[in-house]
């Protein structure tokens, strides 16, 4: 069984930071790419950021050069840096696991999930 755990989450003021962390418990960490989406009031899940197994990244748009996804597998964790947050990144951000597919900005594409952390920004 493949456990996702977030954390970070918190309030802070626009152009503020905070750093997500997911860490992955149950499986070999490395064989997974893994992705974080998010969810705001009343708004469909979207996707974020993505890293695969082999370090490559994708960004939504909206997020481009303010959030920074990296991972640690000797610590079985992956990051989300978030910098220069709008009031619009208020979301509950969840992170996932995807073993095997290509298309990881598809949430549908993803085999196991976190429960959720809440980001919210205040202007």
């Known amino acids: 069984q493949v456990q996702l755990a977030e954390s970070g989450g918190g309030s802070v003021q626009a152009g503020g930071s905070l750093t997500l962390s997911c860490t992955v418990s149950g499986r070999t960490f490395s064989r997974y790419s893994m992705g974080w989406f998010r969810q705001a009031p009343g708004k469909e899940r979207e996707f974020v950021a993505a890293?695969?197994?082999?370090?490559?990244?994708i960004y939504a748009d909206s997020v481009k050069g303010r959030l920074t996804i990296s991972r640690d597998n000797s610590k079985n964790t992956v990051y989300l840096q978030m910098n220069s947050l709008l009031p619009e990144d208020t979301a509950v951000y969840y992170c996932a696991a995807i073993e095997r597919g290509t298309n990881l900005d598809r949430q549908h594409e993803y085999d196991y999930w976190g429960q959720g952390t809440q980001v919210t920004v205040s202007s």
């Open positions: 890293i695969s197994r082999y370090g490559g990244k």
